[in-house]
């Protein structure tokens, strides 16, 4: 039997090196840090039943590990009751004066993109399969990148999404710094593996060719799965050289130049990558997914939308096994339904995509734990949808690193067009991007950095 090493190497969890036959994590519990499954497992005939002792800090070298659900979050949870109005006369240019933020880069969620769907991702693929219609096919791709995204603009407006309104807004907070930008061009809005991890690189080549430093922060606003984007990007600048290798061997990607320019940016870098340094990293109804490197970054925090429903657990979610009920769905009536139902199992592969999906996948969920069944479960089939709905029973609603912040909205009065209150807006995943809520939404993230002393 091998020593076991002390280091808290992943959210919630110790590292065990090379036991035979032992699972390669072992679940820390919430009130310490004895490993409680170690006494089920055997080596050589040696029961192990050991007490270890790991760094309670946040994890470093998370190397691309996937959440476990449920979370066990490495800082404490913290409950607020915003409302959207009181913040005239609120000094927000102290995003720039007292934090030192160059530029606050706002990123859209899933299917909010140049191509949610892969329309145009599939006609290039035919371009390229069929010359003879080359032409014609990559003229209808590059009209469906150019219009997708304004139309798409036009038809949800702020609701879950960053509209040039809400970078306007933001601007006029803020002052003449930091510049508020959307990210441009911007990312496919597809959902699943390779998309996020476009996401990332594409981030990544911003903020090199923006020298964003210690002396240069920056910050990202990402709603939604651009969070998981963002939970990518941490891995990619904390910069563990076998990890990143492994990485952009599975994708394949060096033929498309952002891909090739980002990993030439990590290979000629030290570890961490200095960008990590001043960057920021707020996400808005982040889906639990993918872990948090948090040598990827200086800052980061998440803001979820919650009301809570259980006096034992208050920071666990309505769990979405069994389903809840339309009404209450509809009502969000347990905050954000959309961040809860967004967990590993959720993603839309995409022909063109498949075969990077599936390379990521072997790294993005290579230990994703097979969750235990119970009757409700276990006859359910396929597997993959077996183990979805066991993972929704977690009522996983923290991210395991980071700051989370748990906001329950007082209505506001604005409605759509249907009457439904933008608060309740689809299901509560569309409140973080209005207009309406942005001054409560900077001045909770300021007020926390505050708190947390997290100056230059």
Known sequence: MKIPVGKHAYPGFVRIADFDNVAPYHRRQSNGFRC???????????????????NQQMPLQNCFHHQIYPTHPAEPVSFHRLMSTGFDGASFDALHHQFGIQEVVLVHGTFLGSDPFGIAETLGA???????????????????????????????????????????????????????????????????????????????????ERQVSEDSQAMIWGHSHAGNGMAILSNLLANDRESVERFFTATAADHLPHWSNARQILAGSSSPHPI???????????????????????????????????????????????????????????????????????????????????????????????????????????????????????GTRCHA???????????SGRKLLNAVPVEESLFGHGVYTTTDWLPAHLSLVMTE????????
């Open 36 to 54: 409680q499954s170690c006494v089920e497992f055997k080596s050589g005939g040696e029961q192990l039943g050991q007490t270890f002792v790991v």
């Open 276 to 394: 990590a340094r001043g960057l920021t990293l707020v996400t808005f109804g982040t889906p639990v997914r993918y872990g948090w490197d948090t040598a990827g970054c200086r800052r980061l925090l998440h803001v979820l939308h919650h009301r809570n429903y259980s006096e034992t657990n208050p920071a666990r979610c309505q769990p979405m096994f069994p389903p809840q009920r339309l009404s209450d769905v509809l009502t969000a009536r347990f905050g954000d339904w959309v961040q809860a139902f967004g967990i590993a199992g959720t993603d839309l592969d995409t022909y063109v995509t498949s075969t990077q999906n599936n390379r990521l996948k072997q790294i993005l969920e290579a230990d994703l734990i097979v969750p235990e069944h119970g009757l409700d479960t276990r006859f359910i089939r396929p597997e993959g949808i077996r183990n979805l709905c066991a993972r929704w029973k977690t």
């Open 401 to 411: 690193d980071g700051r989370n912040l748990l906001v329950e909205y007082e209505p």
């Open 126 to 208: 035919i371009a390229d399969g069929v010359p003879a219609l080359s032409v014609p096919l990559r003229a209808a791709m590059n009209a469906l990148l150019e219009r997708t995204k304004p139309l798409t603009d036009g038809i949800t407006g702020d609701i879950a999404n960053y509209t040039q309104d809400f970078a306007d807004h933001f601007q006029q907070l803020v002052g003449d710094d930091p510049q508020i930008t959307r990210l441009a061009p911007t990312w496919s809005g597809q959902n699943h593996h390779f998309a996020r991890a476009d996401l990332a690189v594409r981030l990544l080549c911003r903020l090199q």
């Open 449 to 456: 950095m505050t708190s947390q002393g997290l100056k230059p």
